[in-house]
């Protein structure tokens, strides 16, 4: 079954065909005037509602991704560290201290122009999610990475753990850049 906290196709397709059954209505019985398109529109008004009152799981982490990515070519590390967990640990990270460490360093060599996602798979169970992100990172001429091209394909692997009702980065592993595996220490 759907859940229409996640997706607001379902009440839009409703209220789609309520329309159509209100206008059938309305053309059989023109004395009921407009009464019969009150029910589209509030079911209009209930999509809409619910998917501005509700934020699911899922929305909550896939807002990540974007506020790091635009953060990420601000060199605003603040941002991307208030999305990461104070549990943080990775393959060549002990804390989040190291973390802000290593992304101060590469952010500042790497001179992003843009970011944009090619793909972002997440599986949410329980309090703990995974991702799956694949980009294409277009460079400044004057980056220290602009060497190899100025279009950078990079696969990350993301874990995510809810702390208090907020969903942070637990884990951030590098799987690839530019096709080729990689991790962070290559990075450096």
């Excluded at 694949?134 to 060497?147: F, K």
């Amino acid at each position: 079954m759907w859940n229409v906290l996640e997706n607001c196709w379902l009440l839009l397709t409703l209220a789609g065909i309520a329309l159509v059954a209100a206008s059938v209505v309305r053309q059989e019985k023109p004395e009921w005037g407009y009464k019969p398109l009150l029910v589209p529109l509030l079911l209009l008004i209930l999509t809409f509602g619910l998917d501005y009152a509700f934020v699911t799981d899922y929305e909550a982490v896939s807002s990540i991704v974007p506020t790091c990515r635009r953060a990420a070519i601000n060199n605003d590390t603040r941002t991307i560290l208030s999305h990461v967990s104070p549990n943080y640990r990775d393959s060549a990270h002990d804390d989040k201290t190291a973390l802000q460490r290593a992304a101060e360093r590469v952010l500042e060599k790497a001179s992003l122009k843009k970011i944009r996602t090619q793909s972002h798979v997440i599986t949410i169970t329980g309090d703990q999610a995974e991702s799956r992100l694949s980009i294409a990172a277009h460079l400044n001429t004057d980056s220290q990475y602009s060497a190899a091209g100025s279009l950078v394909f990079v696969e990350m692997e993301f874990e995510y753990e809810k702390i208090a009702g907020t969903w942070l980065i637990r884990r951030m592993e590098i799987a690839s850049v530019n096709y080729q595996p990689m991790d962070w220490a290559d990075i450096y």
